[in-house]
């Protein structure tokens, strides 16, 4: 569930008078069994919840959890008003709680029931407030690229993309060798290296060809060349069936093995499509038809608290306006599926958010590895201590608008709304995943801090004010601020203007930074 992002307060009196200071712990539900420390707590420190004294019995990192009362040796531990383990042991009040004394709840293949519902007390406060930003939102434009058919782009870029990871180091070449193109409209020369396109197998092969198709067609792409080597499964030829029908303005080929000169060849095409690409110029775009992927990497235990909520309430805002945004990480949805599920806007959808729960479970197993290995020793570090705790925390990114998408990997998105992507929890593949379904920017919640990008504008969103001040090179926004004051709502706002900032040219830190990553998700052998 969404917490309120106004938290609890006391009152002490000062020389000049009252001041209230905030909390240095948060309850987020009423029947949770844990405080989270939103600042390191203290051994034998004191604590008042709901009229009671609790001494704690040890230090308590900040973003870790401690209890508020006790719980017995195989009893659940509840966070978020849900079940987020077990405990191992017995835990005493003001108890430390983490991985050496609660483990996952979680098991193997479920049965599911649909029972569409809409959601409890801070559901319908985000809802509230979005259909109060209704008007104002759906008003909100941005300045983007319209392409002649009729999509559009908040970048105006050229886009080298290899068929095959042999050719990488030419791209690469090719890149360097025409930043002068970099002028007028046109924002970048990038190409994307990865490591496929041949020696594959099946499904493999296919998630190469599909995700390299969708950013060749991707709006963010004033104009694009598709550099192939000649002899690779995934060749030009092959590939243009995945393509479809395209500009040829816009989209330009070329094989090296044909080529005297590759790279002089290359030159000459960016030269080209840098001349078509600057014949674009931004216009006012309503944001009704911004896309936003949404992930969440490197958490700490203030992440479900302050940086997710508030992409949460972004995305209602967003949708309210009627934009569109992606939720994925499949694996990092087990625990906390159902809310996802009950949020399903028919049967249908439900079924088939089944289908993507259970599938990603049976290609855990399918390689005998456990379903719930999660989370990373990162988000360990972070306070986060089973993939429950992690999962409830995740899934807040979606806010509590209705699911009216389910996407598998490579399907772009079609419906308006919310829509839920097949991907796994890798920050780099599901980020490239997200960008290949059609978003426009993806916004990325961390607790830890991160440099990578993504083939489109990829904003980093810390946790904790620490961390935006450490890693400014890092960090585009700050949801830190919550702790000190700032409620869920003005957060929400303050980053839906942001976006809109961005997706009319702002450059995000990666972006200055010349970072620009892509991964595609490998599941079988290589030849």
Not at 208 to 233: K, Q, S, Y
Not at 234 to 259: C, M, T
Not at 463 to 482: A, R, T, V
């Amino acid at each position: 569930m969404a917490v309120s992002g106004r938290y609890m307060a006391r009152i002490c009196e000062a020389e000049r008078g009252t001041v209230f200071i905030m909390q240095a712990f948060l309850r987020i539900h009423p029947d949770d069994k844990v405080a989270v420390a939103l600042e390191p707590l203290s051994a034998h420190s004191e604590i008042s919840m709901d009229g009671e004294e609790i001494v704690l019995l040890e230090d308590i990192p900040q973003g870790h959890k401690f209890a508020l009362c006790d719980i017995g040796e195989g009893e659940e531990v509840i966070k978020y008003g849900a079940p987020v383990g077990i405990a191992k042991s017995e835990i005493r009040r003001g108890s430390w709680v983490h991985t050496h004394n609660m483990k996952t709840g979680l098991g193997g293949l479920l049965t599911y029931t649909y029972e569409p519902q809409t959601g409890g007390m801070q559901a319908q406060e985000a809802r509230t407030s979005a259909e109060n930003s209704r008007k104002s939102q759906a008003g909100h434009c941005f300045r983007g690229f319209r392409r002649p058919d009729g999509k559009v782009g908040v970048r105006n870029e050229i886009w080298i993309i290899p068929t095959v990871g042999c050719v990488n180091n030419v791209a690469a070449a090719i890149e360097k060798r025409t930043q002068a193109c970099v002028k007028g409209s046109v924002e970048a020369v990038t190409a994307f290296a990865h490591p496929y396109g041949c020696s594959q197998m099946g499904e493999d092969q296919e998630n190469t060809r599909r995700i390299l198709a969708d950013l060749i067609r991707h709006p963010n792409a004033g104009g694009v060349l598709v550099l192939g080597l000649g002899c690779e499964n995934s060749n030009i030829d092959v590939l243009k069936e995945y393509i479809g029908a395209y500009d040829p303005e816009r989209v330009k080929f070329l094989v090296s093995q044909e080529a005297e000169d590759e790279i002089e060849n290359g030159v000459k095409i960016v030269e080209a499509l840098t001349e078509y690409a600057g014949r674009f110029s931004r216009t006012q775009i309503p944001c009704s038809e911004l896309i936003i992927g949404v992930k969440c990497g490197g958490s700490d235990g203030l992440s479900g608290i302050t940086a997710n909520p508030t992409v949460g309430m972004f995305s209602d805002l967003l949708i309210a306006g009627g934009g569109t945004t992606i939720l994925t990480e499949v694996p990092e949805m087990f625990g906390a599926e159902t809310l996802l599920m009950n949020r399903c806007e028919n049967e249908e959808l439900f079924e088939k958010t089944v289908a993507l729960i259970n599938d990603f479970k049976n290609y855990f197993t399918s390689h005998n590895q456990t379903i719930y290995e999660n989370p990373s020793p990162g988000n360990k570090k972070g306070g986060i201590s089973t993939l429950e705790d992690k999962s409830l925390g995740c899934t807040q990114k979606s806010g509590s608008s209705p699911v009216r998408g389910v996407l598998a990997y490579g399907e772009t998105v079609e419906e308006k709304g919310l829509n839920l992507l097949s991907a796994p929890g890798n920050d780099l593949v599901a980020s490239t995943a997200l960008a290949a379904s059609g978003a426009h920017i993806v916004l990325f919640t961390t607790g830890r801090g991160t440099p990578f990008a993504s083939p489109v504008p990829t904003v980093k969103i810390s946790s904790n004010s620490p961390l935006y001040e450490h890693k400014k090179n890092w960090i585009d926004f700050n949801c830190g601020d919550m702790v000190n004051g700032k409620t869920l709502e003005e957060l929400g706002e303050e980053l839906f203007r942001y976006v809109m900032e961005v997706a009319s040219g702002r450059k995000v830190k990666s972006e200055e930074n010349g970072f620009h990553d892509m991964a595609i998700f490998k599941q079988g052998v290589t030849l």
